[in-house]
């Protein structure tokens, strides 16, 4: 469960972001993230909604832009999706696969009011 | 309304103190290992099987993370090795900065191996760059031989595996050879070395190889 020291990390990245804007209200923050960061989207999203609460980010909903697995052969540079988590070049079926795509963990934006008068 | 483009990493906080922490290591010459498993893998007892072994060979250093106590730095204590205990009080992995905040009680001087065990977890630990050279998994086979399918993320990130308890084979459901395959099956650059802390197989060479590349 370290879910919630992350989201504590996308709230700050978020605040930070939203005062250097003219501290406008918060409406959503994108994140993206991979299927092999080993995050669970749910706990995220539960633990975000709990640590925002109180705080200026309150009611900011979380956008998520999940990232499948993408990997690029070393042998015969053939570009792929790794399904079910086998790693192997379905072309020339080597092992050696450089991962291109899939370990994302990243705040994109945040979508802010445009009225300082909006914010709540 | 009107959307802000951001950018930035999630972990970047610790990425940039694993970084410090990593020029650290460098500046003194230290191969540093991150240590993770499940709980009850045999992190501690192939630790202390490790600093036996290498005893009078190497000088070693320990930063043992445990969610409560401080029973394992004494157990490492008692093999005469520089341990620091770090207790995360519910923290379920180490982070960068914890790592850089016990490296304050350690004198790295004169060190070539630090051996940081993390705390008991397939999970967390896998996104927390601590600093580390690399991250050595140890899968015991009284977990079964599925383990690396389950936890995908941390056999990927690590590069070395250790396949633990290797003496309880006879009487456990679980194939070394079928856990490994599935280990290089998400890992295929993974090395591998067979153990058992209790009849002492394949820790020399876990040593030798650890003691090599402490020394390079």
Redesign the interface.
Same mark, same amino acid.
């Given at each position: 469960?370290?879910e919630l020291?992350?989201a504590q990390?996308?709230a700050e990245?978020?605040q930070q972001?939203?005062s250097a804007?003219g501290d406008r209200k918060v409406?959503s923050v994108?994140?993206r993230v991979g299927e092999?960061?080993?995050?669970i989207v749910d706990s995220l999203t539960f633990c975000f909604a709990a640590i925002t609460a109180g705080t200026t980010l309150e009611g900011a909903a979380l956008r998520v832009d999940r990232v499948p697995v993408r990997a690029q052969c070393r042998e015969c540079r053939t570009l792929c999706g790794v399904d079910n988590?086998?790693?192997?070049c379905p072309s020339c079926g080597s092992?050696?696969?450089d991962?291109i795509a899939g370990r994302e963990?990243?705040?994109?934006?945040?979508?802010?009011?445009?009225e300082p008068g909006e914010q709540t | 309304?009107?959307?802000?483009?951001? !950018?930035?990493?999630?972990?970047?906080?610790n990425d940039a103190i694993a970084q410090q922490n990593r020029e650290l290591f460098a500046r003194h010459g230290v191969f540093a290992l991150n240590l993770v498993s499940s709980p009850g893998a045999g992190k501690t007892s192939l630790l202390e099987k490790t600093l036996e072994h290498l005893r009078g060979t190497l000088p070693v250093a320990v930063i043992e993370g445990d969610v409560q106590t401080d029973l394992d730095a004494q157990r490492v204590a008692r093999y005469g090795v520089p341990a620091v205990q770090i207790i995360t009080r519910g923290?379920?992995?180490l !982070?960068a900065h914890l790592i850089r905040d016990a490296l304050a009680n350690i004198s790295l001087e004169g060190i070539s191996l630090l051996i940081i065990e993390n705390v008991g977890n397939l999970?967390?630990p896998?996104?927390?760059d601590l600093g580390e050279a690399m991250k050595v998994v140890i899968a015991s086979t009284t977990e079964g031989d599925d383990k690396p399918?389950k936890y995908?993320?941390?056999f990927?990130n690590a590069s070395v595996l250790i396949i633990n308890k290797i003496d309880l084979v006879p009487y456990v459901n679980t194939s070394p050879a079928t856990l490994k395959a599935n280990a290089?099956?998400?890992?295929?650059?993974l090395l591998t070395f067979e153990t058992s802390c209790t009849t002492g197989a394949g820790i020399p060479q876990w040593c030798d190889w650890l003691r090599r590349q402490a020394l390079r």
């Open positions: 469960m370290h020291s992350l990390s996308i990245i978020a972001a939203a804007n409406m994108g994140i092999l960061s080993g995050v988590l086998v790693f192997l092992g050696d696969l991962i963990l990243q705040v994109t934006d945040i979508e802010v009011n445009d | 309304m009107s959307v802000i483009t951001i !950018e930035r990493k999630v972990l970047e906080k923290g379920c992995h !982070e999970v967390c896998s996104n927390y399918l995908p993320a941390m990927r290089l099956q998400i890992n295929p650059s």
